[in-house]
């Protein structure tokens, strides 16, 4: 297995992406801690993976408290003698769907400063510990919404988490620690990305399955990625087979953006 006798925290594991990375890296060997502001759902989804033959422990945690992120790690290092990757996939709010010009700098400042936030003090706290280890992976995801319009704050958000990661990875490299942020694009799936999508279709005057079959045309597979692929791939990401991997950004796009 890829992760055998690693230890991960995934934030926001109650949310589809997080709950997809979760089960991913326990299906790997991982011993998985899965935090999340309602920690009912992050228990159910602890149950199932224990079910299943994995290692899960689950904790309240808000990943925008500083404190609590910080005290929530210890707990873990405590337990588990180290942390071997962190994933932040917190949801936030946002508002897209309206044009720049029309919309109130509360609104645009709404998923800068919640996302922002979040990816800083959960990649913080674990670079500090995986310095002094001398090893980690730290994942972050971001979206691919730099050229789009009607994005609101959200491209602004989604840039800064790339940059975010980049920083992060120039400074604890040397220690042995790798960051890199997953970039895959709508996931329809996933409940939430289906509203940001329902905001988009909305403002361009469609509804939400025309909005994804354009989105799946304008790939090279013509489709869209699955959870199940981004689990996949943040999984091999935080193995040691992708050791020479760090500072970039991982598109899972289906060629929606070619390089």
């Known amino acids: 297995m890829l992760l055998d006798k690693k230890t991960a925290v995934i934030y926001g594991a109650g949310g589809a992406i997080g709950g997809a990375v979760a089960r991913a890296l326990a299906h790997e060997g991982a011993r998985v801690f899965l935090t999340g502001h309602t920690v009912s759902t992050v228990d159910r989804l602890a ?80 670079a500090r510990h ?72 909305e403002g361009r005057g469609a509804d939400l399955d025309s909005f994804l079959t354009s989105m799946k045309r304008d790939t090279l597979l013509h489709r869209l990625p699955t959870l199940e692929e981004v689990g996949r791939v943040a999984a091999f990401m935080a193995s040691d087979r992708a050791g020479a991997m760090t500072g970039t950004v991982v598109k899972l796009n289906c060629g929606s953006l070619v390089d």
């Open 47 to 126: 149950e199932e993976i224990i079910n299943t033959g994995g290692l899960a422990e689950t904790a309240q945690v808000d990943a925008l408290d500083e404190q609590a992120v910080e005290a929530q790690l210890d707990v873990v290092v405590a337990k588990a003698g180290a942390v071997d990757v962190s994933f932040n996939a917190v949801g936030f709010q946002e508002i897209q769907g309206v044009p720049l010009t029309d919309l109130s700098v509360e609104d645009f400042a709404l998923p800068i400063g919640g996302w922002t936030r979040t990816v800083f003090l959960t990649g913080r706290a674990a």
């Open 130 to 201: 995986m310095a002094r280890q001398g090893s980690g992976v730290i994942l972050t995801i971001n979206a691919p919404a730099g050229n789009e319009a009607l994005a609101g704050g959200f491209a602004a958000a989604s840039a800064a988490v790339g940059a975010l990661s980049r920083t992060l990875a120039s400074e604890v490299g040397p220690r042995g620690v790798r960051v890199l942020c997953l970039q895959p694009n709508a996931l329809p799936e996933s409940a939430a990305l289906r509203r940001s999508a329902s905001q988009h279709a």
